[in-house]
């Protein structure tokens, strides 16, 4: 008779979570991604881990379906699984989960089963950095976007994006500080990170994954499912590599808008604005278009729209940095982008260098040219009532 090795390592999976902002009719967990649940892609990445003890926390009453996810993605391994019922707050479903975990572990990972597509590559990172000796690791990525202090509907400072970054999950501790924290804390935490630093313990970071991401709404879900089908359409499953893609975009504005004018990243004193829901940069909404569709990725209304408010007023390079995210995320990088302005004012001549310079840097410095032509009279854009835009984008894959 053969006996189990002791694992040492223990991963506590959060997946009873109600899901509201995701509308979908039940818990988060169960909402199926695929052919497959939010639960079923958390676990195959933590079963393609090191070796651990896995606990999942699960909604009342939904304990045997997790228990039936958990041996549909790896019955060999459902020895080392337990499921125990959550509580009203995380914390409370993290506290559940500690208690039972095996005395034997020494390693602690909390993993959020809404990041159902974490590589195994990140548990493998935070579980050698608390082996090596850090108290507690949490995954991060970088902040890319300007981050603003407001109050109410006005901008009131500037935060340095340098000193921040995004958490994500698994964090990891040693299992006697993780223990001793929880037995402390009198307050309820957003992460356990926070919670041990509470204690007074010095939280390290590695390095977390765009893949990570947590899925929370509609949109979310809709990410996660053009990732994954472009896992299935590619090099693994035709033994082709994927070919280079191209988009193009168009998009118009006319003049009346408040304020000064900004096209292709750049004010324009003098120059009557356009008018939008952001700042009404035809040029840089139609290199957006052009890119998303060579990724297949929808378009500007699907990730910028008026439902989206956070982008009201903002600028190209908002834009321009947020979508070169999204085609990292989905497997691809910008070859270069061509636009055209068509438009009797502003005059491009002199500031097509400056322009181009601008649009690159948003791009993360992809090489970006930029025309300009009247149309001799004709249409909106002879009668000078606004400006057309159009680019064509290649994209290569990473």
Not at 34 to 44: F, G, P
Not at 119 to 137: C, D, K, L, M, Y
Not at 294 to 309: E, K, N, V, Y
Not at 333 to 359: M, T
Request: with cysteine; hydrophobic share 50%.
């Amino acid at each position: 008779m053969s006996i189990a090795p002791v694992l040492r390592v223990g991963i506590i999976v959060v997946a009873a979570g109600s899901g509201t902002r995701l509308a979908a009719g039940q818990p988060k967990a169960f909402v199926g991604i695929d052919d497959r649940t939010i639960l079923h892609h958390a676990l195959a990445g933590i079963f393609a881990s090191p070796p651990a003890q896995v606990v999942i926390v699960a909604p009342a009453g939904r304990e045997d379906d997790a228990r039936g996810v958990a041996r549909a993605v790896a019955d060999a391994s459902t020895d080392r699984v337990a499921v125990v019922t959550g509580g009203s707050t995380r914390q409370a479903s993290v506290a559940a989960g500690l208690a039972a975990l095996s005395p034997g572990v020494e390693t602690v990972l909390v993993h959020d089963a809404a990041r159902a597509l974490t590589p195994p590559a990140v548990f493998e990172r935070v579980i050698a950095a608390v082996e090596s000796g850090s108290t507690g690791v949490v995954p991060v990525l970088p902040v890319v976007d300007t981050i603003k202090r407001v109050d109410g509907a006005e901008i009131v400072g500037v935060v340095d994006r340098s000193e921040l970054a995004a958490a994500q999950t698994p964090q990891g501790f040693r299992r006697d500080i993780l223990d001793a924290a929880y037995r402390a804390a009198t307050a309820e935490f957003t992460d356990d990170a926070a919670l041990v630093a509470d204690a007074g313990h010095i939280v390290a970071v590695v390095a977390g994954d765009a893949r990570a991401f947590k899925i929370t709404t509609a949109d979310d879900l809709d990410r996660a499912r053009r990732l994954l089908a472009a896992d299935e359409s590619g090099p693994a499953a035709d033994q082709h590599p994927p070919l280079p893609r191209v988009g193009i975009g168009t998009d118009v504005h006319a003049f009346g808008g408040d304020g000064a004018l900004w096209l292709a990243g750049l004010e324009w004193p003098g120059e009557p604005a356009l008018s939008g829901h952001s700042d009404g940069d035809a040029v840089a909404h139609a290199i957006v278009d052009a890119l998303l569709a060579a990724a297949c990725l929808g378009d500007i209304g699907t990730h910028f729209g008026t439902d989206h408010r956070e982008y009201a007023g903002a600028h190209a390079e908002t834009f321009l940095a947020r979508t070169t995210d999204l085609l990292a995320e989905a497997g691809w990088r910008i070859g270069n982008v061509s636009v055209q302005v068509q438009a009797n004012r502003p005059r491009f001549a002199a500031r097509r260098l400056e322009a181009e310079a601008a649009l690159s840097a948003a791009l993360g410095g992809a090489p970006v040219s930029v025309s300009a032509t009247t149309t001799d009279g004709l249409g909106f854009t002879g009668r000078g009532e606004g400006v057309a835009a159009h680019a064509v984008a290649l994209l290569l894959p990473v």
